[in-house]
């Protein structure tokens, strides 16, 4: 394990739901020299793991956009990802494949589609937060295969943060690994020995929707607006 990776917990456990492991990656997260951090969530399910652990630490919240490229015969299959200005990472454990030709540009388009439709909805609820120079905390629910992470990751670092971490409740080992090359740090709440789906270490894991996360970026703008937030 590379020396900038941090394991709270070695072994496996459950959430009770996103807020529950956002707390715990909170509690965690005040260890570290966070100068004017901005949490920055993954949406969807990682927004709402990012929203706790702003109000936890008092932070603001916001939001980076990537997409996984799901495998052509299993959707659910994350074979690379894309970040929000386009650049894809693919998976090096699936490096040796042959995809049906013009597979991954298409399947680019689309997720880049989709990209675009969230940042027009989710920047009417919350304007992008400055970057430059701040400590900027990439946070998901968790994480698999570490593409779409990698793929924040890197749209992150183009807007010249002074720290990168990548923080997330529960990771496979071979994730964490690829992710810390993309990060100055990583935390990770707890790092099974077995690791099948995100999903497994979570009691209450519904799908979030757009409409979720366009609700809790309302609230973190209001408190701004407001001068209740940092």
Request: with cysteine.
């Given at each position: 394990m590379k020396e900038n990776i941090k394991i709270v917990q070695h072994g496996s456990g459950?959430?009770?739901?996103?807020?529950?492991?956002?707390?715990?990656?909170?509690?965690?997260l005040k260890d570290y020299d966070l100068e004017d951090p901005l949490i920055l969530g993954i949406?969807?399910?990682?927004?709402?793991?990012a929203e706790e652990v702003a109000d936890s630490l008092g932070s603001q919240l916001d939001i980076v956009l990537s997409s996984k490229l799901a495998a052509p015969v299993n959707?659910?299959?994350?074979?690379?990802?894309?970040?929000?200005?386009?650049?894809?990472?693919?998976?090096?454990?699936?490096?040796s494949r042959e995809w049906p030709e013009g597979y991954i540009e298409s399947e680019?388009?689309?997720?880049?589609g989709k990209i675009e439709r969230r940042r027009e909805i989710f920047?009417?609820?919350?304007?992008?937060?400055?970057?430059?120079g701040r400590?900027?905390?990439?946070?998901?629910?968790?994480?698999?295969?570490?593409?779409?992470?990698?793929?924040?990751l890197w749209g992150a670092r183009q807007e010249r943060p002074s720290k990168l971490i990548a923080a997330v409740p529960v990771a496979s080992e071979s994730a964490l690994?690829?992710?810390?090359?993309?990060?100055?740090?990583?935390?990770?709440?707890?790092?099974?020995?077995?690791?099948?789906?995100?999903?497994q270490f979570y009691a209450n894991f519904p799908q979030t929707t757009d409409e979720e996360v366009i609700e809790i970026l309302k609230k973190a703008s209001t408190k701004e607006k407001k001068g209740n937030g940092p």
């Open positions: 459950t959430f009770s739901d996103r807020s529950h492991a956002g707390k715990m990656l909170a509690e965690a949406p969807r399910g990682g927004v709402v793991v959707p659910e299959l994350a074979i690379g990802a894309v970040s929000e200005t386009g650049k894809v990472f693919m998976d090096p454990r699936l490096s680019k388009r689309e997720k880049m920047r009417k609820a919350r304007p992008k937060a400055r970057m430059e400590t900027l905390v990439v946070v998901d629910d968790g994480l698999a295969t570490g593409s779409t992470m990698e793929a924040a690994g690829r992710i810390s090359e993309a990060a100055d740090q990583v935390l990770c709440v707890r790092l099974p020995s077995l690791f099948m789906a995100v999903s």
